[in-house]
């Protein structure tokens, strides 16, 4: 499990190096999800290998890696209190967005769904008059 943990780290500690030498405004540690994703994808490995029990280790205690962010909000309260106005402004269009996004994908994923019901029905309705 302790190479799947220098693996995890590895990928970011790479990311972070991409970012940096290519100036890209894109957070490191995504990067490195990125090139993650793409080694996953392209070795596949199996249950016990050690970077899928090191991630589902890190899954099962995921709620530990909010303290940061909690004292973090805690930290600049002063901050936050201040600028009160945009902040909820912020967290109010945020979740307006998130919430189209979500119906706009959820409508066509139902459009696409009942599009292919239909051909599947029409193509079967054809295979039955032959």
Not at 17 to 29: D, K, N, Q, T
Not at 33 to 52: S, Y
Not at 97 to 120: K, M, W
Request: proline letters at 5%.
């Amino acid at each position: 499990m302790i190479t799947g943990f220098i693996a995890l780290l590895g990928c970011q500690l790479l990311g972070e190096f991409v970012v940096r030498a290519l100036g890209i405004p894109i957070p490191g540690p995504v990067v490195g999800m990125v090139l993650l994703l793409v080694i996953l994808l392209i070795r596949k490995p199996e249950r016990t290998a050690g970077v899928v029990r090191a991630a589902d280790l890190l899954l099962r205690h995921l709620q530990l890696l909010f303290i940061p962010a909690g004292a973090g909000i805690v930290a600049y309260l002063a901050v936050l209190g201040a600028s009160w106005l945009p902040v909820l402004g912020g967290l109010v269009l945020s979740w307006l967005a998130v919430l189209v996004v979500t119906a706009g994908t959820g409508a066509v994923s139902l459009r696409l769904e009942f599009r292919l019901r239909q051909r599947a029905s029409h193509s079967g309705d054809a295979g039955d008059t032959q």
